[in-house]
């Protein structure tokens, strides 16, 4: 990295910091100021508290990350235009891109990081985070799940769980299969004392069926020699327990692969419905890109203040910003009432800001 790059960079990543540093800083101490009390009566370990409130903050670093590259870019800019060093790199024949290349660097890692942050972390934490506080801070026990029900459209099968505890979801206590078909008509019902799943296959414990015709009336089984098994496998059943989990947690803690796995396996959901859950879907990778974008915007901002007057500068930056977000709430809007296709809902606000984005950049050079 050359000397000039790496002084940018110190000069960005100061401000940066300390303005991530500040909004974080900000949501700890408003949730302080409900939970503090409960923290001094339960007094959990400290490495507990901190993985509360990074639980806690992780949904919200979408947003706060892109407020604070936006203020850094802009103070890190206006700095470099009140003391000219702007005017002086590029009087040396260094390009304006390269100039900015260690800003917009930064912004496209904090791009990736937060991706993998709402992918791969902020899911499980936010909903510990969350139980953790329910539980008013004391340690939280595996939970137990009780009349558990899961319909599996594609294959016309209804299951109906008694018992399933977390910790081992494999294993499924008290369960009837209800199996229907193509035309809706019941074909047999199973019950169990307990399913166990084991090298992606399902046994059932001392299962009794019930086979029906296509009146849905009651007949004998035709295969008595099934029917005297006291543990028999199902290969055929392709549920896994992850599907069992999936129907107890709320949508917003989905990660983007249970997402795919639950539209595939419910392909008979109502149009708004499934245009509102693709919609998440999609924004679920679109919404980091705003660090990219915000920067972009503060970048020629952040040169302008510095040339003309402090506020001006400002101004526009968190006018773009707040318009930026307003416009991304009325696409989801729009597509959560299925009048916009999500995918453009999604992406178009991105695109269409990162034209303005680039315009203005390339004004500014």
């Not at 101490?29 to 639980?55: D, N």
């Not at 009837?176 to 399902?202: H, N, T």
Request: hydrophobic share 45%.
């Amino acid at each position: 990295m050359r000397i000039l790059s790496r002084y940018i960079l110190r000069e960005f990543l100061i401000p940066l910091t300390f303005c991530l540093t500040g909004f974080i800083g900000i949501y700890v101490m408003f949730e302080l100021f409900h939970s503090f009390q409960r923290l001094l009566e339960t007094k959990p370990s400290t490495w507990t508290v901190i993985a509360f409130f990074a639980g806690y903050l992780s949904p919200y670093l979408q947003w706060l990350v892109p407020a604070a590259l936006m203020l850094a870019t802009l103070y890190t800019m206006w700095n470099f235009c009140r003391h000219s060093e702007v005017t002086a790199m590029r009087a040396s024949g260094i390009g304006f891109s390269s100039i900015v290349a260690p800003i917009q660097t930064v912004a496209a890692c904090f791009t990736i990081g937060v991706t993998l942050v709402n992918e791969y972390y902020a899911p499980y934490a936010s909903e510990w985070a969350k139980n953790f506080r329910t539980a008013r801070f004391r340690p939280l026990d595996a939970k137990l799940y009780t009349n558990v029900p899961y319909y599996n459209q594609k294959a016309h099968r209804i299951w109906r769980v008694d018992k399933m505890d977390t910790r081992t979801p494999n294993l499924l206590q008290g369960v009837k299969i209800s199996i229907d078909r193509p035309d809706g008509s019941r074909d047999v019902d199973i019950a169990c004392r307990k399913a166990e799943y084991l090298d992606g296959e399902w046994w059932l414990s001392y299962p009794q069926y019930q086979y029906f015709d296509e009146l849905n009336n009651p007949i004998e089984n035709p295969t008595p020699s099934l029917a005297r098994l006291m543990i028999r496998s199902f290969p055929e059943f392709d549920e896994t327990p992850r599907d069992f989990l999936l129907m107890n947690k709320p949508w917003e803690y989905y990660t983007a692969r249970d997402m795919v796995h639950y539209l595939k396996n419910h392909k008979n959901l109502k149009p708004v419905e499934r245009a509102s859950k693709v919609y998440d879907l999609y924004n679920r990778f679109a919404v980091p890109f705003s660090c990219i974008i915000i920067t972009l915007f503060a970048i020629p901002a952040g040169v302008a203040t510095g040339r003309q007057s402090v506020f001006k500068g400002v101004i526009f930056a968190v006018g773009m910003f707040f318009a930026f977000y307003a416009f991304s709430i009325g696409c989801m809007i729009l597509a959560k009432n299925g009048l916009l296709p999500p995918l453009v809902a999604a992406w178009f606000p991105n695109l269409l800001f990162l034209g303005i984005g680039l315009f203005l950049f390339r004004r500014q050079r």
